[in-house]
């Protein structure tokens, strides 16, 4: 695809960071943080990055958002180096991230969201206007001049998501925006974002997210990390079709606490993932296809596990991630 | 970028510190009332051993200068520090402004909401102890003063920028710094009292020939044998400062910037 065409494009960014001896962790000095990564992101598009924590996003949104510089490979953000000319870049983009804290307690909403309009110097009416506009959407216009240390956490982060919009960049990057906030406000976010993106078509989006749901919902095309590696890319749909052919169970046995020894090795389990759940254990797997569960119950009951529960289950994003890391989303980078 | 947008950044950064005087009258308090306190005392050692009445004026001028100096420590060198700890320091970097703006809007904020307190402590210690206040030449003070600030918070912008790379480390300088500058600016006392040498190293912190001048446009009889360097000379040696400062904080900016973008400095790990 042309330059001029894509928001974003990747080449081989990798990204080490050095830790201090007093950091080093099991005798290492280094972390891989982003590995060899190619990414291209059209214009218009809503692009998710899916991963865990540490899966090496953050680090991807803070190269593109010129705060960090790449160990080796390339940048370009609005078809210019990310290296070569942070300045320009600036001028392109703008961030939120989740669980921000950023602004200042004992200025109001509206005079925090003023004070970062005049930094990309936005007039003051207009500013005002923009503002206005823009809470009553995230429906936060009965907080305006409230100061900021007197918000929820909630209310917080609608403050911030109405501080990146403020601006009408070209290119928004939203670092894990829903994190840590009630399903109510999530859904206010993402409804916000989308209604943004409807009436915008010609904006970019880069979302993190390690809420699967999230980028099921909102993302044109999302692209699976995990250890500063991209293992997938494709719209979520397409994804899950990679599942197709696929059998995708959820069981729930009793008698055992540890299934893994049982199937770890069994022919055509290709992935699965166990929980302790209400005094059971819960089992996610994907197997090559549906006669292989005969041999999984079989062998079960061989380990002294008593069937409590058996769904088939639509595939989800979270199955892609646990057929192509072998772990679930929420478990983290080992 | 604009000037236009340099501007609106300097008025958007300083305003936080413009409203924070009248949202957070805890100053009062902190900021005169404390500062007084530690003035009175010298006012009661200079009035016990029969001192010249000039002698509290010294304690008071060096009591309000304090405050500049605090707020160039904690507010300015080590605000950097702060903003990266809130996240706001790479809200500041992504935005399309310049970097000096961003000092700039500190500087002048801080400035301003500090002169508010300066001007509590002078106004307070000169009625309580009955200061005698008569500045001889206004707008040669008012010159030697506002020098003296620009060169101060050009060595706070300065510090801002090298404390960019570091994180707690730029907490305990601060610290490091702030009682020795009280004894070796001669906040208290004639910086001359330390002997030459030492007064001219201290003269790198810009209160040190700020004060000296200061207290030789108020008081010129006695000062005469208490003066470190003549006025002018110290004028110019402030306006010296003040261009070195800014130069290297404009140099230092760019190149912390870089080495701590290298570094992986500018966010909080993990964020």
Redesign the interface.
Known sequence: MAQEALAVKTEELT?V?RLRKREAREGRREILALDRVNLEVPRGELFGLLGPNGAGK?TLI?IL?????PTSGRAFVAGVDVVANP?EV??H???V?G??????G??TVE?NL?????????PSREARRRIRELLSLVGLADRAKT?VYHLSSGMRQKMNIV?GFLTDPEILFLDEPTLGLDVQTARTIREFVRNWLREHPDRTILLTTHYMHEADELCDRVAIIDRGRILACAAPSELKHMLQREAVFRLYVEGVADARAALDGMPGVRALAQEAEDGRLRLDLILAEEGVLVSVLSRLQEAGAKLAELRKEEPTLEDVFLALVGRRLTEGTP | MSWRTFWRTVVGRAYPRFIGVWREKSWVVFDVFFPLLQVSAYVYIYRAIGAPPEFAGFAVLGGAMIAYWMNVLWSMASQLYWEKESGNLQLYLIAPTSRMAILLGMAVGGLTATTVRAAGVILVGALLFRIPLQVSHGALFFGVFLLTLVALYGLGMLLSSVFLLWGREAWHLSNLFMEPVYLFSGFYFPVRALGFWVALAASVIPITLGLDALRQLLYPRLMEQFRFLPVETELGILAGLAVLFIFLAHRGLRFFEDLARREGRLTLRGQ
């Not at chain 1, 958002?65 to 510089?69: D, F, G, K, Q």
């Not at chain 1, 669980?99 to 200042?104: A, I, K, M």
């Not at chain 1, 003023?114 to 936005?122: P, R, V």
């Open positions: 990204r960071f953050t803070k958002a010129t705060l960090l510089a300045a600036r001028r983009i703008n961030m991230c669980g921000e804290t950023s602004g200042y004992l200025l005079e003023w004070m970062f309009a005049q930094f990309y110097g936005i100061k501080r």
